[in-house]
Structure formats: C-alpha cells, structure tokens
C-alpha cells in the first residue's frame, strides 16, 4: 500500500571529519520518501522554492516518488540547513538555518489522499501536523516530533500524540518530552498519552521499540566507514513506514520487522553524504543487510540461508 | 565446571542521584563471582586487609564462594575507591582511591587452580595477568582491562591478549586500545591480535560480542530504578563467564546465550548499592529475565512460554 509522506526538503551544507558537501538535496521527507521508496509506492507533500531544479528533483523522481504534492512557491527560496559533526559524528553543531518557503510551509491535501491508508507526518509544527491528521484520516499514522516543539508547543504536540498510532524519535527527545531521565519510564509515560508503540532511535546503537508490555530492540547495522550521520533517523523511519505499508498490516512482528528495516535504511544513508548512497540500492542489498541483522538478533546463532 | 575469578575487593563509597553508601562491599572480583556463583562453583584469588572482617566477607560465603585464595595481609588496608555519578548514570567521577593492599597484590595460585577450566582475569596489572594466565594455564580464559593500563603498559596488555580467548571490556575502551574512533574497525583490529572473540559492554545501551565474522548485540534489561551502576560491569562479566562454565562449552551459541545472561546480571546489579540486590536473587528471578531477553530479540514476537 502507498505510503503518504509530509514533512521538510532542504539544501544542506554538512561538514563531517570525512569531507563535506555543499547545497545538496536533504530534508525530513526526502530522506523518509526515498528510504520507503523500496518498499512502496511513495507520495510525498513538502515546499520548496523556485532554486529547486529539475536535477534537485532528480533522485525523487528517479525512485518512483509522486511528486506533485511538492509545493514550488513562484520567488520563494528552499529550505537550508547547515551543520557540523564531532569527531565520532555522535553529536552535531547546527551553523546555520534558512527556513525560507518552509517557514509558512501548509501541508497541502489533495481529496486523493483522503483516507491515505499509511502516513508519515515528518517533524514540522505539530499544529500543522494536526490539521493534516484530521484532513488525511489515515488508517494508520506515525510522527515525528523535536526538541524546539517539545520546548515550544508542548500542548500541542501532547493532543497530536494522543491522535496518533505511533511516534518515532530520539534518546534525547524521549526524556525530554517525558520529563524523565529513565528512558524506559519515559517510554511507559509516553505510551500513557495514547501512543500505540514508541521508537526510541539511539543512533550508533540502535533503535529500542516500545508498545504495551513489549519492549524490542534492534542493532544498528554495523557500519565501518559512516560519512555524514545527517537523515539517518529520517531514513530509519522510511524503512520502518515503507515496510509496514509494503506488509500491508501492524502487527507486532510486522513492528519488529519494520525495526530492522528501518536500522537498514539508517546504515546506508550514513555511508555517504545526501542520498548519493540511499538513492542507488538494490533490494538485494537491502535485504542482505536485513538477514544479517537477522542473524545478529538470533541467539542460537546465524541461520544457514 | 568451576570458574576461577582473578581480581580485586575493594570497600567503595559511592554517590548516585538516588543516593549514596558508604564503605561497602565492592572490587571487580567480587561483583564477577557473585554473579557467576549462580551458574557454577566459583574461587576468587584476591587480597585484603585486616579491616576485611567476617562480615565482610559474608555475601561471598554466603553465595558458596571458595575464599580460600583471597589473602587476607596481617596490619593491611583494603583497597578503597569513591566516586559520584552523574544524574543520568552514564557517568561517574572518582573522588578517591586508595590503592592500599592491593598495590601490591601477586595473585597466589595455589596447584588446585592449575589447569582450570575456566578463568577470568579482572581488571589488573596486564604483567600480572600474564603471570597468572601462565601459572593457572587454563582450559578457557577472558580478562578485562581498563584506561590506566591501555595507556600505561600497552605492550604488556597487547601480548596478554594474544593469549586470551576473549576480551570483556567497555566501548571507551575498545576506542582507546585500538586507537580507532569507530567501533567495528575497532573490534576487528582487536580480533587481529589474536582475540577469539570481544565483548564491547555499552551500558545503558547492552553489548555486543564480536568474533570472527559474527556479531550480536544484545539490551540492556530496560530498568526501571537503576539506582548505583557501580560494578555493572563486572557482573556482566560474571553472568557471561559463569554460564559459559556451566555450560562447560564454548560455541557460537553458547557465548551469545552468555550475552544474555551478562544483560540480567548487570541489571540486577544496578537495582541497588554494593551488592545488595545481586546477593539475594532466586534462578527463577535470573532464568525470568534472561527469557523476557530472548523474547525483545524475537523478531516473531514473544514466544508463547
């Protein structure tokens, strides 16, 4: 089933201590669609500004994705992030941030994607993601949320949650939305809201999933030469919506699964800058990735495949 | 089969967020073999002082720990350590050691102990430990080291773990010892020197066992009130290497059950200060956590048990 993606699309400049790159393609939603592009069809509803040329749109189109709910405001400039990682690309240092066309960014719903059966709501105002929720009416819905919205429209993002299946976001975003230190009481107050299952992403450990009484966690894939962290977490979330669309269902193994999916699509965007890596896979690699971690969860050890 | 447990006792006075103790039971030695003691008969070989009294001594006999090679030095001092953790537990500052007895503790191997199946080595001088692994001559063997010595006698440390089958040691550590910020080029590089296997311990965030070509991570339990991390570590050590002696054998399935039984103990560990929790436990409350382990690694979901 199609997966709808709504959230950001940016040019980003990123300096790693493995090289940089300058203006190229980025955001929420592009990393997420193209993550999910593998394994479903992919809408995706995001602005960008008249500097968004064809060959910007290039890697969308090339994975198949509909882009015509990619908004070009006529005069208007696209979304820029800069920033800059630490030595072991654990943390990051924002330079810089251009909202431009994003910062008035109005999610438009087409009656096509009316009763979307799954959908993405990428990190952006949660009241925007609210209007969204109630025009889309998904079958099945999981967010994004971070910090500068936990801090700033706490309410909001509180009534979105209760709204929502799903919410997929960071460590660090867990204990603060919770108010907690403990990430697993902070889960558990978390789910309390109304949240059907929490993805609580760890970066270079991994994902933790939490939904009533289970608990489930997945390695990142072990990557030795990781380039430029930056869409990761985006990438996880496309691999882990774009399977659950691809299976059709949420069941708890299809969450599982989805897990492992996502810790896939992480390890390859992180292997070199903007989506020069995620763009050009094969399923063959994908899910060669996902049979060995596969095997690195199975106690009694490697499966003979 | 029995294990044999190299290293230290210590009284240590520790502060946590939730609070604190003082001068109690503690060392590398004794959270190692009273965690293992649940799985299989365990000897300690350590050293301490006159002020080590019996009652001291109590949660190791208690538990049915051979003491027999713990010297007890005539007008000595045990070994103390203080430290304060930070308010997330992730991490700690030492406020004071005071290396007394055991500055300079010769681990004494009676003949009982030559040929043991199986040893550990806890975190001790590596010239050290290089004398015992050659005295003890054993059928299996792990160590563990830390900072100070990776730093301080490289040389001797590399050649100890070109003898050793497995190296039990944190993610900082494996950093440092390989000289190599990311952790899967780390842990190869480790493997080249001779290693069987590594266990990577990562915390709040489980560990990973890396060995030729394979790999597993396994979770930390997800505690609720972790309340004292102090000595996490070193059960962990203890449940892996103590299950693997009872197991008697050491196979690709056998260490990544270790794996989970090295999760539970640590999280025992962690429930209170010194050994409070982790003297008491029931194999029920051990086998109870070590399958709700197998069940977050279940990519099927929890198994009907």
New interface residues.
């Given amino acids: 089933m199609a997966l709808l993606v709504i959230g950001s699309v940016a040019f980003d400049t990123v300096r790693t201590p493995y090289g940089s790159a300058r203006e190229v393609l980025g955001g929420s939603a592009t990393y997420c669609g193209v993550a999910a592009s593998y394994f479903t069809p992919v809408r995706m509803i995001a602005v960008v500004g008249e500097d968004f040329g064809p060959e910007a749109m290039g890697p969308l189109r090339e994975r198949g994705i509909d882009v015509s709910g990619i908004e070009v405001r006529r005069g208007g400039r696209t979304f820029r992030w800069s920033g800059e990682y630490s ?2 690309l654990n943390s990051r240092k924002t330079l810089n941030t251009e909202l431009n066309v994003f910062q008035d960014f109005r999610p438009k719903i087409a009656p096509g994607d009316v009763g979307a059966r799954f959908l993405f709501l990428g990190n952006i105002d949660p009241d925007l993601q609210q209007r969204a929720l109630q025009q889309v009416k998904p079958g099945f819905v999981a967010c994004d949320t971070m910090n500068f919205w936990i801090e700033g429209k706490n309410t909001s993002l509180k009534r979105l949650l209760a709204g929502v299946h799903g919410l997929v976001i960071n460590d660090s975003e867990v204990r603060l939305l919770a108010g907690e ?5 902070a889960a ?1 107050r978390l789910l309390s809201l109304g949240l059907g299952f929490l993805v609580v992403k ?1 970066g ?3 994902a ?1 999933l939490f939904s009533g009484g ?4 997945v ?1 990142a894939y ?5 380039v430029d962290p930056t869409g990761a977490g985006d990438s996880f979330a496309g691999g882990f919506m774009g399977h659950l669309a691809r299976r059709g269902e949420v ?3 299809a969450l ?2 989805a897990m ?1 999916y996502g810790s896939v699509m992480a390890s390859f965007c992180v292997e070199d800058f903007s989506l020069n890596h995620l763009r050009g896979l094969s399923m063959e690699s994908i899910e060669g990735r996902a049979g060995e971690l ?1 095997d ?7 499966a003979n495949r």
């Avoid at 230190?181 to 009481?185: F, L, P, W």
């Fill in positions: 030595e072991d230190i403990n990430t697993v009481v558990r760890r270079e450990y991994g933790a289970h608990y489930f966690a390695p072990p990557v030795e030469r990781p069941s708890g193994t599982r699964e492992i596969r690195f969860l199975r106690v009694e050890g490697p």
